[in-house]
């Protein structure tokens, strides 16, 4: 296994600024070079991504 080493703060900045931009979190970890656990941990989950929302009163519907 790896050992841990600390996002810095130029690494912080990029993440918060891709997950402004909507970027997912794997891609976000495949530019930095991190794994997408440790850049969704950065993120708070009021920040997290929404994929495919699903519209209340559609689902069972034919």
Do not use: W
């Not at 993440?15 to 931009?21: E, G, S, V, W």
């Not at 495949?30 to 989950?45: D, K, Y």
């Amino acid at each position: 296994m790896r050992a841990y080493r600390e996002l810095s703060l130029d690494e912080r900045v990029e993440i918060q600024q891709r997950m402004r931009a909507r970027k997912s979190s794997r891609a976000i970890a495949r530019t930095l070079g991190r794994a997408p656990s440790t850049i969704s941990r950065e993120s708070p989950p009021c920040v997290r991504i929404v994929v495919a929302p699903i519209e209340s009163g559609t689902r069972g519907r034919r």
